[in-house]
T-cell receptor, first 112, second 113 residues
Framework: GENVEQHPSTLSVQEGDSAVIKCTYS??????FPWYKQELGKGPQLIID?????GEKKDQRIAVTLNKTAKHFSLHITETQPEDSAVYFC???????????FGGGTRLMVKP | DGGITQSPKYLFRKEGQNVTLSCEQN?????MYWYRQDPGQGLRLIYY???????QKGDIAEGYSVSREKKESFPLTVTSAQKNPTAFYLC????????????FGPGTRLTVL
């Protein structure tokens, strides 16, 4: 089955700096990679996703890049704000595309 | 509003008791999922259902049971056989199509006293 590893597990940045979270996956057939943001005590919310027909996708301050050859994808947050503080999860599907395997999560702390 | 609801938000159970967590969606999604989240950790799949009256075990199904009698509902029962049930439980749904996004509910925090 799919194996997803996420790094780092915690990340502390100063407000206004950029944050980068990286995930690697094992199943080369995977072609859909979502990122979720989870605030304390709440369910994860999808913030951006990418499909393998593109190498990068942006949505305002958030971007995701995908390197299918190396089997890794990354979340980039620019101009970080305190409200970006949360736990972020990456995920990748199994080869049937009907289940997601999640990374272990990254706790992002943005210091004012 | 369309979405996924879970109830209750907090649940307390005595050891040896079964307890059922509710999950309802009005997104007309075919597929529904249950995950368990322990403190500081990722999400682990308990059960999933791709269609009414059908469901499959995930990675950690032991001590749990589910039913899918209606498209919009996917209740999870935590049985007394689950040795360490204290956790945050998350329900999700999707259209079930390949490579489709999963949408999560707000979660239920279960504590065994």
């Amino acid at each position: 089955g799919e194996n997803v590893e996420q790094h780092p597990s915690t990340l502390s940045v100063q407000e206004g700096d950029s944050a980068v979270i990286k995930c690697t996956y094992s199943d080369s057939a995977s072609n859909y990679f979502p990122w979720y943001k989870q605030e304390l005590g709440k369910g994860p919310q999808l913030i951006i996703d990418i499909r393998s027909n593109v190498g990068e996708k942006k949505d305002q301050r958030i971007a995701v890049t995908l390197n299918k050859t190396a089997k890794h994808f990354s979340l980039h947050i620019t101009e970080t704000q305190p409200e970006d503080s949360a736990v972020y999860f990456c995920a990748a599907p199994n080869n049937a595309g009907n289940m997601l395997t999640f990374g272990g999560g990254t706790r992002l702390m943005v210091k004012p | 509003d369309g979405g996924i609801t879970q109830s209750p938000k907090y649940l307390f159970r005595k050891e040896g008791q079964n307890v059922t967590l509710s999950c309802e969606q009005n997104l007309n999604h075919d597929a529904m999922y249950w995950y368990r989240q322990d403190p500081g950790q990722g999400l682990r799949l308990i059960y999933y259902s791709q269609i009414v009256n059908d469901f499959q075990k995930g990675d950690i199904a032991e001590g749990y049971s589910v039913s899918r009698e209606k498209k919009e509902s996917f209740p999870l029962t935590v049985t007394s056989a689950q040795k360490n049930p204290t956790a945050f439980y998350l329900c999700a749904s999707s259209t079930g199509s390949t490579w489709d996004t999963q949408y999560f509910g707000p979660g239920t925090r279960l504590t065994v006293l």
